[in-house]
């Protein structure tokens, strides 16, 4: 994020981290991803730490509880040697509450290249998380790795939006044509809506394991030719393709690794749910109180770039 949150300041993490053992030196802002907020902070000692904390209002109605679960699933993970696990206090937490809005996790600071999200891998790279992937499926589940929920967030708000059974809406720049572009591809989002529940039929959702959520390009940290899957925040028991339509291209590859072939229904499920869940993430933010910046720009221009595709 290029904003930093206008309710979340330097002094309150300081006063949280040291629940790590930090007593920070420096902390330094790092303008990296989108949707949650990271610092790189560095100790008395000159260790350095990775820094995030995470807006609860975007993680659903049991935020702290869900991204509890996921950090305690990565931190079981961390034998795995592609994991980038969150640092436990000392009192064995993975996550701290900072404030009423916010949750932080602390991560060890590791040197390599970031990718970034839409960044095309190269094809030893697509293979190498493929592999991984592999891999991730194969675990035992942790006990407290949990299922995802199957429905995009905030699918309620979007549906009243599409039926414009909520307007007006005053929120903030982008309020107005946010809602104007709903209503006009109101029919568009139905109909995706619809393919959505039909799609949800059809998956076999018997088939559970422990995927990352988001193995996309922006996940990654390479580290050479060793890549890195960082952001575990959404780890959950679910059918395999969850993580495998963002590598449709290499599914033959999957196949042989894995001994499994994945199911076409649910890769155009979760293909079509991450798309849906973008739109009514975004609607969500543009119905709250927000100002024209960066990061609002950038979101702008991603949801007009989804909802155009995703009716097209």
């Not at 802002?29 to 990775?50: E, K, L, N, S």
């Not at 995030?52 to 209002?57: E, H």
């Not at 199911?263 to 009514?280: G, H, I, M, S």
């Amino acid at each position: 994020m290029q904003d930093r949150p206008s309710d979340l300041d330097e002094h309150a993490l300081r006063l949280v981290l040291p629940e790590w053992g930090i007593q920070p030196i420096v902390l330094a802002y790092a303008p990296v991803g989108f949707g949650d907020y990271h610092w790189i902070a560095t100790g008395a000692d000159g260790r350095r730490w990775f820094v995030t904390a995470v807006d609860l209002r975007l993680k659903g109605p049991h935020g702290t509880a869900a991204l509890r679960h996921a950090m305690d699933t990565a931190d079981a993970l961390r034998d795995l040697d592609f994991v980038v696990a969150p640092v436990r206090t000392a009192h064995g937490e993975t996550v701290r509450q900072a404030g009423a809005r916010y949750a932080v996790s602390v991560f060890p600071y590791l040197d390599g290249i970031p990718g970034s999200f839409g960044q095309e891998l190269t094809p030893a790279q697509r293979g190498l998380v493929v592999d991984l992937l592999a891999r991730l499926h194969e675990v035992e589940p942790p006990a407290q790795c949990a299922a995802p929920q199957r429905q995009p967030w905030h699918r309620a708000s979007l549906e009243q939006a599409i039926a414009g059974s909520d307007r007006p809406w005053e929120a903030g720049p982008f309020t107005r044509a946010a809602g104007s572009l709903v209503a006009d591809h109101a029919k568009g989002l139905r109909r995706r809506l619809g393919e959505f529940d039909r799609l949800a039929s059809e998956v076999d959702w018997d088939v559970r394991v422990v995927t990352h959520g988001e193995p996309h390009s922006g996940n990654l940290l390479w580290q050479g030719e060793r890549g890195l899957l960082v952001d575990w925040d959404t780890v959950g028991l679910a059918p395999p393709e969850r993580d495998l339509w963002l590598y449709e291209g290499d599914l033959e590859r999957y196949a042989e690794v894995s001994g499994r072939w994945p199911q076409p229904a649910a890769l155009a499920f979760y293909r079509l749910r991450w798309a849906l869940d973008d739109v009514a993430i975004f609607v969500d933010q543009f119905r709250r109180p927000h100002g024209r910046t960066p990061d609002t720009e950038l979101a702008w221009s991603a949801f007009a770039g989804t909802v155009e595709e995703l009716t097209a």
